[in-house]
């Protein structure tokens, strides 16, 4: 069985895409056969980005899946534009993707706005470039956070319609969504998801923010007018707060709604901050250290982009063949 998943490098990574995806990573990687998590770099230039920024970037995000706890001996761990197979399985899917299908991606259709028009073609393009990471490698299994579904659903069609077109080459792979924590909220404006785009800074946990910083932002969490400690619709701060803590120590929400039953929202808000910040804790100053051996890192990605080249250099001529381009195999 293999996983594959990967991140952004852009942005500052953060509480949400700790517990909706990191963890499930860590997990995953002495389930799989193998685990493969790929920085997705290319994904980083469909927007407005700073090149230097966009390479250190990739290396801390690295750094930081490390020190959350994948192990580069245990999976495979690598930078999506060393394995030029992406890019060539891109246009090579673009045959059996339609322009309809990407138009209606809700994510190009947040990030494009009213400028459809003006965005870069990439933008449109993302999906099927993260279709092409999955299916590269005959994945089964995407662990990812709710926000991401759409895409799944379209990599699986995607999928399906090369099968279908030029016979079975690819795995219709299923997206692994958490059933608590895939959709951590925003702290202010808890009817958003966290993100480091269309979030509020105060709102959002990053996993390498200081302890004290972090309590604080607990603190300050938006709540509703209610007493309760307790999963609801017309609660969405608290009911995130709940799932937050219920990840933290390993529990069931409801066993968090039964030990806070009584408390005050600002006693509840203060524990689940300290226990956060906590949790955090080893992971920022592991992370803090591993950032700063750039050479290191760099080497994880040579010896990630070999593993990863191995097993996607085989399926892309499966796909070249399938499709009649190219040399025959
Ligand atoms: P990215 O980099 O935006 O986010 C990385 C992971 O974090 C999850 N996530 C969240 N989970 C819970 N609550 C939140 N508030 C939250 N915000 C983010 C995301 O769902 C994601 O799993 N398109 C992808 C990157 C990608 C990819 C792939 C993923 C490229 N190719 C192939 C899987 C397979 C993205 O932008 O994730």
Redesign the pocket.
């Known amino acids: 069985m293999v996983i ?5 490098p ?2 500052r ?5 700790y ?4 963890l499930q990573y860590v997990e995953g990687q002495d389930r799989a056969d193998p685990a493969i998590y ?1 920085i ?1 770099d290319l ?1 980083g230039t469909t927007v407005a980005y700073e090149p230097a920024e966009l390479r250190e970037r990739s290396r801390d995000t690295a750094a930081l899946l490390v020190a959350a706890g994948l192990d580069p001996e245990r999976c495979v761990l690598f930078r ?1 534009s060393d394995v030029p197979q992406h890019t060539e399985l891109t246009w090579l899917l673009s045959s059996v993707t339609s322009v309809g299908q990407l138009n209606r991606m809700h ?1 190009f259709r947040d990030k494009a706005g009213t400028a459809r028009d003006r965005v870069s073609a990439g933008l449109l393009y ?1 999906p099927v ?2 279709a092409a ?2 299916l590269a490698y005959r994945a089964h299994e ?7 579904r759409e ?2 659903e379209l ?1 699986r069609d995607v999928a399906e319609a090369f099968n279908k077109r030029f016979g079975e080459t690819l795995v219709v792979p299923e997206g692994n969504i958490p059933t608590v ?6 702290l202010k404006e808890p009817d958003k ?3 480091t785009t269309g ?1 509020t800074p105060a709102g959002t946990v990053y996993v390498d923010e200081e302890p004290a910083s972090i309590v604080k932002k607990f603190k300050r969490a938006e709540t509703d007018s209610g007493r309760e400690i307790v999963r609801a619709d017309d609660k969405p701060g608290i009911s995130n707060l709940i799932e937050i803590l219920a990840v933290v120590r390993g529990t069931a929400p409801n066993a968090i709604e039964h030990d806070f039953e009584g408390k005050g929202y600002g006693d509840f808000k203060t524990a689940v901050g300290e226990e956060v910040a906590a949790w955090l804790s080893p992971v920022r100053e592991r992370y803090l250290e591993l950032r700063q051996d750039t050479a290191a890192i760099e080497e994880i990605f040579e010896a990630g982009a070999a593993k990863a080249t191995a097993i996607a250099a085989p399926v892309v001529a499966d796909v070249r063949d399938a499709m009649g381009v190219g040399k025959p195999v």
């Open positions: 594959f998943s990967g991140i952004q852009t942005g990574k953060h509480l949400g895409n517990i909706g995806a990191i790929c997705v994904h999506q994510q993302y470039l993260m990471d999955v995407v662990p990812v956070g709710e926000d991401q895409h799944i990599m924590g895939a959709r951590v909220r925003d998801k966290m993100s979030g």
